[in-house]
Structure formats: C-alpha cells, structure tokens
C-alpha cells in the first residue's frame, strides 16, 4: 500500500503564503499524478491542482494565479504553494496519488488523512 502523509498546514494571515508538503511511502512502483483538493466546511471535496509525471499541471479556476503545484518525483514528493491567500482558501487539504504499488496489479488512488489550513485575521 501507499501511504501519504502532508505537512505545512497551519493558521496564516489574510495575503500571507503557506507551503504543503505530501510525501508519500510504502510498496510503490511508480505514481503517476498527483494533486491537492481541499474540503470546507459545507461544502464539496473539490480539485485545488493537479501534476502529472511529466510536470503537466491544472488548477482549480479559485487558485489560478496564486497557488503553484509541483513534485519531486525521485522523492515522491508533491508540494502546494500558496499565495495571497484568503479565507475562503480555509479548508482541510488532502494529498492525492495515483500510483502502482509493488504487491499488487493496477492503479489506484491514495489519500492523506488531510492538513487544516486557516486563513484569518
């Protein structure tokens, strides 16, 4: 299995930045995308970016311009910039990975248990 594990969240000022970072471990063999979404209270899971293998990337239309999504792939690392950040950027933020482990066929899709990001005076 794979395991995903984020840091970086916290509380942060209105136009302040905050960098997550998501590291994932276990049987892998390789991952192919992976993301960042992000839930609010009453509201849906939604898609906050997104980064391929390759380095392709696609952002929520509400972060374009402010976030920046990037990985390290011998590192299994993904990270999320974020800047000028507002409070209606506060949600829990859950890493997401595609990937192939080593136990077992096909691809699957792997969650973070989250990080609590609160923007706020």
């Known amino acids: 299995q794979v395991q995903l594990v984020e840091s970086g969240g916290g509380l942060v000022q209105p136009g302040g930045s905050l960098r997550l970072s998501c590291a994932a471990s276990?049987?892998?063999?390789?991952?192919?995308?992976m993301g960042w979404y992000r839930q609010a209270p009453g509201k849906q899971r939604e898609l906050v970016a997104a980064?391929?293998?390759?380095?392709?990337?696609n952002y929520a239309d509400s972060v374009k311009g402010r976030f920046t999504i990037s990985r390290d792939n011998a590192k299994n690392t993904v990270y999320l910039q974020m800047n000028s950040l507002k409070p209606e950027d506060t949600a829990v933020y859950y890493c997401?990975?595609?990937?192939?482990?080593?136990?077992?066929?096909?691809?699957?899709?792997?969650w973070g248990q989250g990080t609590q990001v609160t923007v706020s005076s």
């Open positions: 997401n990975a595609e990937a192939v482990t080593t136990t077992r066929p096909g691809e699957y899709d792997y």
């Open positions: 980064i391929t293998s390759g380095g392709s990337t």
């Open positions: 276990g049987s892998i063999f390789s991952i192919n995308a």
